[in-house]
């Protein structure tokens, strides 16, 4: 039986789509900003955003806040939008939203490029239309808002929590003393944090280029729990469902409590190796009985997996180059984009 059929196809798409249950939203055409209802085709709105995107490219990002507004990110601005309606709020230009903002009210926390290609850390009032600059390590350009006041900076080694206002660290966090450099089989690229971090409430779970998956409790700064994998570089290869931390890497299948690190599931994924002609990528959708995951490197498939025996029960070639952030899915539904533009709906049944 089919799980994964395709519904539509969409070309001219730029940035990042988002998909809330089954509303879609995403530029098309360069400029033109729309929310989608999937199960009746049907758009309900369209908004000009007076910025031109190259088709495939990363830019903008469109952002949900609270249940009524979208924050579209773009190459030179930032917009607030009622999402119901279309309507933009507010907008300031001249600004470039760096990854993984907090959001609350007309404010705006994270890192930033001006129109001089400056980057620092700033708070934007969307209402006021203000910049503040705020004075911390610039030179961590990864940025991850916890709440109002406090975020998480990170480079390849080091992780820094600081408080926003006061503009001071609480907790650093050296990758290097999480490994044993004595090991005959360290190498110096093991310590190097890759992919973003998921945040399961206020745990961070992060994953580095050698085979170590480690929590951090961001009230602390602490360390929780660490695991080694059976293969490295699992950044991009994580989700959570329902406090489960599932990893889905070159050589295993994890099921993690996130809570304690304890390993509940390990299953061996070779055999889907010697079934596939390409090498696993990362991104995947958890279901009850299966996982869809996206294969591949340059022309890229997706994978329906049985979670009992990780047997591969169908692929679909996508027939293009799908980075981790283009593919998303919830509600039975799966999303992709790829560098040409080209964005495809499938349905799943479970």
């Known amino acids: 039986m089919?799980?994964?059929?395709?519904?539509?196809q969409i070309d001219n798409i730029s940035g990042v789509p988002l998909l809330i249950e089954r509303y879609l939203f995403y530029v098309v055409n360069s400029d033109e900003i729309c929310l989608h209802y999937i199960p009746n085709d049907e758009i309900l709105w369209k908004l000009i955003s007076q910025e031109k995107s190259k088709v495939g490219l990363d830019r903008p990002v469109l952002i949900p806040f609270d249940e009524d507004y979208l924050f579209y990110c773009g190459v030179k601005c930032i917009k607030k939008i009622d999402r119901k309606t279309g309507e933009l709020i507010s907008v300031v230009n001249d600004i470039s939203l760096g990854n993984t903002p907090y959001l609350y009210d007309n404010m705006v926390k994270g890192m930033f490029f001006d129109k001089d290609h400056n980057f620092s850390s700033a708070i934007i009032d969307l209402e006021e239309k203000t910049i503040k600059k705020v004075n911390l390590d610039t030179s961590k350009f990864n940025f991850y808002g916890i709440d109002a006041y406090t975020f998480m900076l990170w480079d390849d080694t080091e992780i820094s929590i600081y408080n926003y206002e006061k503009e001071e660290l609480l907790f650093k966090i050296d990758t290097e003393s999480l490994v044993n450099p004595e090991d005959p089989e360290f190498d110096e690229d093991d310590v190097s944090i890759v992919g973003e971090p998921l945040k399961y409430g206020h745990i961070f779970i992060f994953s580095l280029y050698g085979t170590l998956v480690f929590g951090v409790d961001a009230t602390t700064g602490k360390v929780i729990w660490k695991i080694d994998t059976a293969s490295g570089n699992n950044g991009g290869m994580m989700s959570i469902?329902?406090?489960?931390?599932?990893?889905?890497?070159?050589?295993?299948?994890?099921?993690?409590d996130v809570l304690s690190g304890v390993i509940k599931r390990e299953v061996d994924t070779t055999k889907i190796l010697d079934v596939m002609e390409f090498k696993l990528l990362s991104k995947h959708l958890i279901t009850k009985q299966y996982i869809v995951a996206l294969f591949g490197r340059g022309n890229n498939a997706l994978v329906v997996l049985d979670r009992d025996d990780m047997s591969v029960k169908q692929t679909i070639?996508?027939?293009?180059?799908?980075?981790?952030?283009?593919?998303?899915?919830?509600?039975?539904?799966?999303?992709?984009?790829?560098?040409?533009?080209?964005?495809?709906?499938f349905s799943f049944n479970e």
């Open 2 to 8: 089919t799980k994964l059929s395709k519904v539509k």
């Open 241 to 256: 469902n329902d406090g489960i931390l599932h990893i889905l890497n070159y050589w295993a299948y994890y099921e993690i």
């Open 317 to 345: 070639d996508l027939k293009g180059n799908v980075t981790p952030k283009n593919f998303i899915g919830n509600n039975n539904l799966i999303i992709t984009r790829n560098k040409e533009g080209v964005l495809d709906i």
